[in-house]
Every structure is written in C-alpha cells, then in structure tokens.
Nanobody, 115 residues
Framework: QVQLVESGGGLVQAGGSLRLSCGAS????????MGWYRQAPGKQREVVAV???????TYAQSVRGRFIISRGYAGPTVYLDMNDLRPDDSGIYFC?????????WGQGTQVTVSY
C-alpha cells in the first residue's frame, strides 16, 4: 500500500501562483511515475503533468509554459509549481503514483482561481 498526501491548494487571484506538494509513504518503489491530475465540477479528471521513472515529463497543452512538475530529493515527493493561474485552472488537484501494476491516488486538494 502507498499513501499520498497533498497540500498547497487554496484561493488565488488570476495571474497568481501556487505550489502543490505530494508526499508518498508506504511500500514505495524507486522506479515510479508520479503526476498531477485535476477535476473541475461537472468534468472528467484530466492529466496536468506527469514525471516518469527516468524523469521524463509530460504536460497538458493547457498548462505548458506555466506549470512545472518536479521531484523532491528528500523522499518520494512531487511538486507542482503553478504560475500565471487562470480561472479555468480551478478544480480539485489529485496526486497519482504508479509503480508496476499498482496505482494510487491522493485525497485531492482544492485550487480556486478567481477573476
């Protein structure tokens, strides 16, 4: 089992920045893929950014150039630096961890961007 705990969400004005953090604990494999997904009300969950075991990064087109995903060096942690936030970035942001055939989700953290 792996537990994921997100933090860093909140309310910010358009153009502002936030940093999300996700810490993983439990039966962690070093070769893992971690990422951030988001879900807005009435919409499906969508990928935001993913970093694979080789640190190859993939971003959604809508966030490219504004968001940066990175791994922490003190443990199995992943960050999402979100800049130039827009109202349509609002939603619940979920951390995801995949290793082998196992995948886990965090409980989510709310991000709200006001006009």
């Amino acid at each position: 089992q792996v537990q994921l705990v997100e933090s860093g969400g909140g309310l910010v004005q358009a153009g502002g920045s936030l940093r999300l953090s996700c810490g993983a604990s439990g039966n962690i494999f070093s070769a893992n893929t971690m990422g951030w997904y988001r879900q807005a009300p009435g919409k499906q969950r969508e990928v935001v950014a993913v970093i694979d075991p080789d640190d190859k990064i993939t971003y959604a087109q809508s966030v490219r150039g504004r968001f940066i995903i990175s791994r922490g060096y003190a443990g199995p942690t992943v960050y999402l630096d979100m800049n130039d936030l827009r109202p349509d970035d609002s939603g619940i942001y979920f951390c995801n961890y995949i290793a082998g055939t196992e995948g886990y989700w965090g409980q989510g953290t709310q991000v709200t961007v006001s006009y």
